[in-house]
């Protein structure tokens, strides 16, 4: 498959998917929001036939996965969160065909296809959801959460604090109020119906069915609500989770499941349930995030080594997800408050570029569109335990347009190159776009095509991190160990298949990856202690400064490392003569 205005990418030796269950664990995701992404119809919206057409460049990039947001259909009121039918596609993407066939041809590049599934919500425009209204007593009648009056669960906070006043809404017809935690036409299902719990899992099946490799699960901490509580994390909420996980494993082998759970860390961490109940397959470290950009700011690694270590260990079965921006604002709720008015200052000067609890901005403009920061966050996405998880369009340091409303502000067209519409729509009317280009200096022109043709771009830099992250399967599942370094600047893990105190082996089985961040605008050095591995070796693998030569580790187990500002280094480790 040709991409019109792209450079012909060099073909990818990766005939279909590898037989793998663990292969969320050292997998690259990639977010493709399909409106935005590439239409191929002309009619200004992206579509399932133009993300399949753009399939070789992300197999090109290194992307093993996608993560296509919700398609189904939708008053559109929130980005399609607001679904309106459960099992069908929204017209404007395509048909059912077209889905199918973009996982087919996903699949024969090796590349695995996870789905969004909204269960906490639908759209007020949904069937069910009109039934309801109408008739009580109705099959549908006890489908959402209705009250007499607007009381109840008053200890659970309200989460789009910039529209929302209250988690009730009145609805005229029925006279009585029904429960939202989103935006007030988005009803919350109600989950103590096991009718409920049914057509949800009847649901997941018909597209299980289709062969999706797994689904992001929206907003699964608020299912349940119980009166003195605030309605987040409940055991009930729990309980649903493992029923849904336990019906993929058995009808549906393999299946991943991932957690949108914006929480702290050892709640987040409840959502892998147990080896004996397992929830879900991964979970996104909300915490972690925001962390990653205060700690460039403060020049110091302190904030994400104490949310490291403030991170209970996981389930054999799970794995967290990592990511730097998606779809949604940078979010500041798993931040103290004292954090989160730095994260504004810093991030967020201007108040439109706040929302919600959060920040609407592009990663590329966040950083100030410095290179040695954006190099430093990927690095950092794809050392610490996880896997990642990238937003299209950051891999070419695409802009933000904080004009548009809500988080539309980072939902714009991809830049595929300087045709019509920058490549994103061939023939559509620029006023017809779903939502305008990028105008902003700097950030209008950039696109794939130049940053294919630039060797040193962004994209060639990313593109070539995740090559050397393909060929250290132990970054997706080795152990994670935080290391204690001399300066407070400098964040020093292992990444290690053995535990700490095994043989640091030759092969890649038995790796061992010792990872140096400097969170710094200086350079520093800095001593790092690593007992288990005194006398061994290294190989640089990853470096800001590949001239500099690899630093053995002395007999007292301590490395000392130089590294430029905003420097970082991945250093894989042998065992060195006289061990
Ligand atoms: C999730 C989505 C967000 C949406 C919300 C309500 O947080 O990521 O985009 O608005 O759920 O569905």
Not at 118 to 142: E, I, K, M
Not at 147 to 156: H, K, L, N, R
Not at 235 to 249: F, K, S, V, W
Not at 551 to 564: F, H, M, N, S, V
């Amino acid at each position: 498959m040709s991409v019109p205005g792209v450079p012909n990418l060099p073909a990818q030796p990766r005939p279909g998917l590898r037989p793998d269950p663990d292969w969320f664990r050292t997998a690259v995701f990639y977010e493709a929001l399909l409106r935005s992404f590439a239409d191929s119809n002309g009619d200004g919206v992206g579509d399932f036939r133009g993300l399949a057409s753009r399939l070789d460049y992300l197999a090109w990039l290194g992307v093993d996965a996608i993560w296509i947001p919700p398609f189904y259909p939708s008053p559109m009121r929130d980005g399609g969160y607001d679904i309106a039918d459960y099992t069908g596609v929204d017209p404007r993407y395509g048909t059912m065909d077209d889905f199918r066939a973009l996982v087919t041809q996903a699949h024969e590049r090796g590349i695995r296809v996870v789905i969004d599934m909204v269960l906490n919500h639908t759209s007020d425009a949904h069937p069910w959801f009109q039934a309801s209204r109408r008739d009580p007593d109705g099959p549908y009648g006890d489908f959402y959460v209705w009250a007499d009056d607007d009381s109840s669960y008053a200890d659970a906070r309200i989460i789009f604090v910039d529209t929302e006043r209250s988690n009730w809404a009145f609805d005229e017809l029925r006279g009585q109020y029904y429960w939202h935690r989103f935006f007030s036409h988005q009803p919350d299902l109600n989950y103590d119906n096991p009718e409920v719990v049914d057509a949800v899992h009847e649901v997941v099946r018909f597209w299980a069915r289709t062969g999706v490799d797994g689904f992001r699960l929206d907003a699964i901490p608020y299912l349940v609500e119980r009166e003195g509580t605030n309605c987040e994390n409940l055991p009930g909420t729990h309980h649903l989770i493992a029923g849904l996980r336990e019906m993929l494993d058995r009808e549906f082998p393999g299946t991943i499941t991932i957690a949108e759970a914006n929480q702290w860390p050892q709640d987040v961490v409840a959502y892998f349930g147990t080896p004996q109940a397992p929830e879900c397959t991964m979970c996104f470290h909300f915490p972690v995030m925001p962390r990653i950009f205060s700690s460039l700011r403060e020049g110091e690694a302190t904030a994400i080594r104490e949310v490291l270590q403030a991170t209970p260990p996981i389930p054999p079965h799970g794995q967290w997800g990592t990511f730097l921006r998606n779809h949604d604002e940078l979010t500041l709720e798993m931040v103290t408050e004292a954090e989160r008015e730095r994260m504004y200052h810093w991030y967020a000067p201007q108040a439109r570029m706040r929302a919600n609890v959060g920040i609407r901005r592009r990663l590329a403009p966040l950083l100030g569109d410095s290179r040695a920061e954006l190099e430093l966050a990927h690095v950092l996405l794809l050392s610490l335990p996880g896997s990642p998880c990238l937003y299209y369009g950051d891999e070419i340091g695409m802009g933000e347009n904080i004009w548009l409303p809500d988080r539309d502000a980072v939902r714009t067209p991809m830049q595929w190159d300087h045709s019509a519409n920058m490549g994103f729509s061939a023939c559509a009317d620029p006023a017809e776009l779903t939502l305008p280009l990028i105008s902003a200096v700097d950030y209008a022109e950039r696109c794939v095509a130049d940053a294919l043709e630039e060797p040193e771009s962004l994209l060639h830099f990313l593109k070539d991190v995740l090559r050397v992250r393909r060929e250290h399967p132990v970054l997706g599942r080795g152990d994670f160990h935080l290391r204690p370094a001399s300066d407070a600047a400098v964040l020093a893990h292992t990444r290690a298949d053995t535990p700490p105190g095994g043989d640091a082996s030759e092969t890649n089985d038995g790796e061992t990856l010792l990872c140096l961040a400097n969170l710094a605008n200086r350079p520093c050095e800095a001593v790092v202690e690593v007992p288990e591995l005194a006398g061994c070796s290294t190989h640089t693998v990853l470096a800001a400064d590949s001239a500099t030569a690899s630093p053995a580790i002395d007999a007292r187990g301590r490395l000392t490392a130089a590294l430029p500002a905003h420097g970082y280094r991945w250093l894989r480790v042998s065992p060195g003569e006289g061990l």
